[in-house]
């Protein structure tokens, strides 16, 4: 696991120690290796295809034997987790927390036996029109930071089945004690800390940012 950006001091080092620390209670079985598969998964260089690619990573030091026991047998505390995610410091945009809630699929179509499958809209996989490709659309928070990265904080994740409804379930998740009350800080409890604005974008809305200033130029004259 990583922190976005470069560590410069020590309370960097001692904020990923302690979160990694905390990640590591969040396992209930299998917690060694499911620990070091996540990792690998963070750290590979490129998309994960199969699983057994990771056991080839530095990062996963045990034998592909364990990876697949942390997958079948390892137990993860989501609750634990999401209360973890939500209590680290979030980006804000002039001191308002800025949430997207977004549907992403993860595209099975060609798991036959997978349960609960959907039919997911994809967009940009053919250039005459959108498809509909069987998979498992999932519901996610995020919060967004004004800086340029690719570095998203995401809060909560659910997986849609057959029965739900996606408004539905996007309204749970933003109020859920984890979403809707901001982070414990020493100097203040948790308190509630409610959004006073809900925008619905459509996925070809972008939302431009301030111009940053000109950096001096480095080169010398001609």
Not at 13 to 18: H, K, M, N
Not at 118 to 130: N, Q
Request: hydrophobic fraction near 40%; charge should be positive; proline fraction near 11%.
């Amino acid at each position: 696991m990583s922190k976005p950006g470069p560590i410069r001091d020590r309370t960097g080092f001692a904020e990923l120690s302690r979160f990694r620390t905390a990640f590591y209670r969040c396992l209930s079985a299998r917690a060694d290796a499911f620990f070091e598969l996540t990792d690998a998964l963070l750290c590979a260089d490129g998309p994960v295809r199969t699983p057994v690619e990771l056991s080839l990573t530095a990062e996963h030091r045990r034998g592909y034997g364990s990876l697949y026991g942390a997958l079948n047998h390892g137990r993860l505390d989501t609750d634990q987790l999401r209360d973890l995610l939500a209590s680290l410091p979030l980006p804000r945009f002039g001191g308002r927390l800025v949430l997207t809630v977004d549907v992403s699929p993860w595209l099975r179509s060609d798991a036959a036996c997978a349960p609960e499958r959907l039919f997911c809209h994809v967009h940009g996989r053919s250039k005459a029109a959108p498809q509909i490709i069987p998979g498992w659309p999932y519901s996610f928070v995020a919060a967004l930071t004004p800086d340029r990265t690719s570095w998203t904080q995401v809060l909560d994740m659910v997986r849609l089945g057959p029965a739900d409804d996606a408004a539905a379930v996007t309204a749970r998740q933003l109020r859920h004690p984890c979403i809707a009350f901001s982070p414990p800080s020493p100097s203040s409890p948790r308190r509630w800390s409610p959004q006073p604005l809900l925008i619905r974008a459509t996925a070809s809305r972008a939302t431009p940012m301030p111009t940053p200033a000109a950096r001096p130029s480095t080169t010398g004259p001609d």
